[in-house]
C-alpha cells in the first residue's frame, strides 16, 4: 500500500504564508509526479500546482506568483509554498502522487490539511 500524507495546514490571517508538506511513503515503485489541488466548500476540486520527476513543475494561472511547488526527490516529499493568502483560499488542500508500474496509471492521493484564512 501506498500512503500520502499532508501537513502544514492551519489558521493564517490576510496576508500571511503557509508552508504544505507532502510525503509519500509505503510500496510504490518510482512516483512520476505530485500535485496539490485544494477544495473549497460548495466547489469543485481546483488543481494548483504539479511537479514531475524530471523537475518540470506546473503552477496554476489563479495561484501563479503566490504559490510555489517544490520537491525533495530523496524524501518522497513535495511542498507547497504560499504566500499572500487571502480568505478565498480557504479550502481543504490535497495532495496527489502517481505512478505508472507496467504500463498501469496508480493514483494516490492524501486525507487534506485545511487551510481557514480569516481575521
Known amino acids: 500500500q501506498v500512503q500520502v500524507m499532508e501537513s502544514g495546514g492551519g489558521f493564517v490571517q490576510p496576508g500571511g504564508s503557509l508552508r504544505l508538506s507532502c510525503v509519500v511513503s509505503g510500496t510504490f515503485v518510482s512516483i512520476h509526479t505530485m500535485g496539490w489541488y485544494r477544495r473549497a466548500p460548495g466547489n469543485q476540486r481546483e488543481l494548483l500546482a504539479t511537479i514531475s520527476k524530471t523537475g518540470t513543475a506546473n503552477v496554476a494561472e489563479s495561484v501563479r506568483g503566490r504559490f510555489t511547488i517544490s520537491r525533495d526527490y530523496a524524501k518522497n516529499m513535495a511542498f507547497l509554498q504560499m504566500n499572500n493568502l487571502n480568505p478565498e483560499d480557504t479550502a481543504a488542500y490535497y495532495c496527489?502522487?502517481?505512478?505508472?508500474?507496467?504500463?498501469?496509471?496508480?493514483?494516490?492521493w492524501g486525507q487534506g490539511t485545511q487551510v481557514t484564512v480569516s481575521s
Open positions: 496527489n502522487a502517481w505512478e505508472v508500474i507496467d504500463g498501469n496509471f496508480h493514483d494516490y
